[in-house]
């Protein structure tokens, strides 16, 4: 998975969204994200090159998947104020995604392809930090680190 030492420079599997802008709705400590239907997909480089300054170099490589989420996505950002200071905590989505794509492809020694493994797609379940990336890298207005995990929609058809 990782060409040395665990982290996004090493890494031979990314994952890149296509743009978007996220609409906002806020109920007190609570804060939604409302994201559009959208297409990201993940890429195998095999020369890792992945660099959080540069969130576009996530996209090079071999792209071996695409998936579009199925339905707006809402996530939830928690925040607290402390003596008079607001602070996000964390946020938090859930959301499914279609297999709309994906190409065959050999890593460690073995023939995979996302098809055969996931069906037709995801549900995938993500955690955000609350501070984000600084200095934001140029073209982008904010970036979140975040960690995810998912489960196979079963079988299409």
């Given at each position: ?10 890494a ?21 994200g409302?994201?559009?239907?959208g297409?990201f997909?993940?890429y195998l ?17 071999e ?22 200071t607001t602070?996000?905590?964390?946020g ?5 995604a279609r ?6 492809f050999?890593?460690?020694g073995?023939r995979h ?8 797609g995801?549900?995938q ?5 609350a ?9 982008y207005?904010?970036?979140?680190p975040f ?8 079988r299409?058809g």
């Amino acid at each position: 998975m990782f060409d040395g030492e665990p982290g996004e420079t090493t890494a031979h599997f990314t994952f890149a969204a296509k743009p978007f802008k996220a609409q906002a709705a806020a109920n007190g400590v609570l804060s939604l994200g409302l994201d559009p239907v959208g297409e990201f997909s993940l890429y195998l480089q095999r020369k890792p090159v992945g660099t959080f300054d540069d969130p576009a170099s996530f996209a090079k490589g071999e792209c071996i998947a695409t998936f579009r989420r199925i339905s707006l996505v809402v996530g939830t950002t928690v925040s607290d104020t402390i003596a008079g200071t607001t602070a996000v905590l964390f946020g938090t989505n859930v959301f499914s995604a279609r297999l709309i794509a994906s190409a065959p492809f050999d890593f460690g020694g073995r023939r995979h392809d996302f098809a055969h493994y996931l069906g037709a797609g995801i549900t995938q379940f993500g955690t955000s930090a609350a501070t984000q990336i600084e200095p934001t890298p140029v073209g982008y207005k904010r970036v979140l680190p975040f960690t995810g995990s998912a489960i196979a929609l079963g079988r299409a058809g």
